[in-house]
Every structure is written in structure tokens, then in C-alpha cells.
């Protein structure tokens, strides 16, 4: 019931940034939570930053201060605007959506690559 499109992977130099999109569809009013996981080859899925039905962030300490979420006015749209990037940033980043209705469900964006070369 919830579709993601992710896009803004690539390849930056350490130091630089980016910045990831999310844009859900669906039944967008019904999400709960939704923001950005990671997973670098070999390495545990990581939550990265989530946001909330009423716009409070979290952010993981490894990405706070470099990493912004944020969402449109729609609120069908986050962002994931990642400055100072480090080559341990290196991964594919997956959009996620939480809704809860009658039942947790889970949705996964495709996932989009950042590399950060150093």
C-alpha cells in the first residue's frame, strides 16, 4: 500500500555531500515513521535517521551533525541532506516506512549507493 522511489546516490569525495531522496505513495497517510537505513557489504542494516507523523527526527551518532532529515510539505517526501561525508558512510542506503494499522508493516525502498572515496 506504500510505494518508495529513492534517488540521490553517487559517487563524493570525503568531505562532501549529498543529498537522498524518499517519495512515498500510496497510502502516505497512514505513515507512521519513515527516514533511512544503511548497509555497507558485509555489515549489519544500521538505522540511520527517522522521522515521525509529527516531524521529530532522531539521527544516529554517527551521522548527527553531518546528517539532516527533513520532509516536505506534502509529507510524502523526506530528504536526506548528508554533509561531511566520511569514506565509513560508504553503503547502500535504503528509505523505510513504518505504518501501523491493525499491524506493524514495514516497507524498503530498492535502495540507492552512496560511495565516499577518500
Known amino acids: 500500500q506504500v510505494q518508495l522511489v529513492e534517488s540521490g546516490g553517487g559517487l563524493v569525495q570525503a568531505g562532501g555531500s549529498l543529498r537522498l531522496s524518499c517519495a512515498a505513495s500510496g497510502s502516505t497517510f497512514s505513515i507512521n515513521l519513515m527516514g533511512w537505513y544503511r548497509q555497507a557489504p558485509g555489515e549489519q542494516r544500521e538505522r540511520v535517521a527517522m522521522?515521525?507523523?509529527?516531524?521529530?527526527?532522531t539521527y544516529a551518532d554517527f551521522v548527527r551533525g553531518r546528517f539532516t532529515l527533513s520532509r516536505d510539505s506534502a509529507r510524502n517526501t523526506v530528504y536526506l541532506q548528508m554533509n561531511s561525508l566520511k569514506p565509513e558512510d560508504t553503503a547502500t542506503y535504503y528509505c523505510y516506512v513504518l505504518v501501523i494499522n491493525q499491524g506493524h508493516y514495514n516497507y524498503w525502498g530498492q535502495g540507492t549507493q552512496v560511495t565516499v572515496s577518500s
Open positions: 522521522i515521525t507523523s509529527v516531524g521529530s527526527t
